[in-house]
């Protein structure tokens, strides 16, 4: 039973630790095996080795002979192993989305909220890719607060000149 105890303690460090720090298996070691493809992460090798022990410890615990608990262990531990290996593809395929960056910002529509004065700043509200941000706004004329608004320059990641949008602006919000 030592031995179970021993597999699993490991398996669910190892895997504790990849969750905390990430996958610390050397890509290349896991690349080499074909197919492979986050099926031998260190998250499902961590949760495979984890039940397999904790699950063969619990059977020889409960009275069960060694090689019941040896299988019991491996079914466990290969349920387990894939379930960690369908979360590490499905996270790995996940498509990363870029910040915002200040040339999004140009041409974006939105609506003042804070009047913006002549020669100050105000805060208009714009959506830019799906997201809403605030900003802080200047504008060549005074602007009231709901006036309909498009970005004109970015002066910097958090303020923007507008000017007021014309009917023809398509892009109104």
Do not use: C
Request: hydrophobic share 50%; charged share 10%; no cysteine.
């Amino acid at each position: 039973m030592v031995v179970f105890f021993v597999i699993g303690g490991v398996g669910v460090g190892v895997l504790l630790l990849s969750l905390l720090a990430g996958d610390v298996l050397p890509h290349h070691l896991l690349d080499a095996v074909e197919g492979a493809d986050g099926y031998l992460s260190t998250a499902a090798l961590g949760g495979f080795a984890g039940a397999l022990g904790l699950g063969g410890a619990t059977t020889l615990a409960a009275g069960g002979p060694t090689w019941l608990a040896v299988t019991v262990g491996v079914v466990i531990g290969l349920a387990v192993g894939a379930g960690a290996a369908a979360l590490v593809r499905s996270l790995r395929r996940e498509p990363v989305q870029r910040g915002v960056s200040t040339g999004d910002l140009v041409g974006a529509a939105g609506t003042v909220v804070s009047p913006i004065p002549s020669g100050g700043y105000g805060e208009v509200s714009v959506t830019v890719r799906g997201a809403r941000r605030k900003l802080s706004a200047l504008a060549d004329l005074p602007l009231g607060a709901g006036a309909a608004v498009l970005v004109t320059h970015a002066l910097s990641a958090n303020a923007v000149r507008v000017a007021r949008a014309t009917p023809q602006d398509a892009r109104l919000p």
